[in-house]
Nanobody, 120 residues
Framework: QVQLVESGGGLVQPGGSLRLSCAAS????????IGWYRQAPGKEREGLAA???????NYADSVKGRFTISRDNAQNTVYLQMNSLKPEDTAVYYC??????????????WGQGTQVTVSS
């Protein structure tokens, strides 16, 4: 079972940027698609972005044009570059092997995630 550890969250002002990292305990090349998800208090988990082994990407409308997902297979790491952050982006961010990005479902147990807070 692969372990995925998220990092890079923090407190940022509206309009600011953060880069999240998802470090895998196994080679990323063993998994076709890795995605980023988030969950705000009282809300369902939301799929945000996914990247395939070949580099094909998919984004939710809420983050399209602001967030960029990438992967470094040599470092077994997937990244989420977040620009033009808004208060509504505040949530705990998770990564997972994608089962259904649209339904917010992953294949492996969810980790602790990393908290992103956007506030002035």
């Amino acid at each position: 079972q692969v372990q995925l550890v998220e990092s890079g969250g923090g407190l940022v002002q509206p309009g600011g940027s953060l880069r999240l990292s998802c470090a895998a305990s196994r080679s990323i090349s063993n998994f076709n698609t890795i995605g980023w998800y988030r969950q705000a208090p009282g809300k369902e988990r939301e799929g945000l972005a996914a990247i395939s082994l070949g580099g094909n990407t998919n984004y939710a409308d809420s983050v399209k044009g602001r967030f960029t997902i990438s992967r470094d297979n040599a470092q077994n790491t997937v990244y989420l570059q977040m620009n033009s952050l808004k208060p509504e982006d505040t949530a705990v961010y998770y990564c997972n092997v994608v089962r259904s990005l649209r339904l917010g479902q992953g294949f492996v147990p969810w980790g602790q995630g990393t908290q992103v807070t956007v506030s002035s």
